[in-house]
Structures are given as structure tokens and as C-alpha cells.
């Protein structure tokens, strides 16, 4: 919710907060901190993951991150092209055969 302590109706960027103002649209609507607020990049963030799963003793490390990683970036994809397949594949290089088989594979078809 924006309050506002100006008497006009309309809102304009500037009466926004710092915060909001930081987001570009993809971020706002994926719920994202702003680019500005990231500390540091997913390959760092993966690094750590990594790292605490060896050091855990967590079996098959490679299958389980490569399976969330393509889960993540496929429904990402679906969701910014609205459900529409072909233009996720088409956007992520993929053949329009290899996202319906990625989607049966990891339980994401509908």
C-alpha cells in the first residue's frame, strides 16, 4: 500500500519510495529485491549452495541443482511469455520437442 501526503490524486514516480522507485518492472513483478540491493550475483549464491551441500554429505548434488535449475528457469519462462510454450522455448533456445519433454520430466506439465 503507497500513502501519500500530498492532497492530489495523482501519484507520481517521485512521490514513490526509494525502494520502489529501484525496481525495474520484472522485479517488482516477481516479488525480486532490485538489482541495486543484490549483494551479489547467482553464480556466487550457487557457489554457497554448492559448497554447504558437499560439506553436508548430500547425495547426487549435480542432479538435484541441475533439476531446480531447470525447473526455475522454465517456469520463469512460462510465466513471463504467459503460458505460451513455443515462445518459451523459442526464448530460452530450446526446440518446442525438448520443453515438452523438460515439462514431463519435471512434473511441470499441465
Known sequence: MVTRDTPSVEVRVEDLPDEVKAQTPLEASHGLESSQERSTDWTTELAHVVVEKLTKGQPEVWSALLHDFERT??????????????????????????????????????
Open 73 to 110: 528457469v522454465i517456469q520463469e519462462a512460462l510465466q513471463v511469455t504467459h503460458g505460451r510454450r513455443m515462445e518459451a522455448a523459442q526464448r530460452l533456445g530450446l526446440g518446442r520437442n525438448t520443453l515438452t519433454r523438460k515439462l514431463q520430466e519435471l512434473a511441470l506439465d499441465d
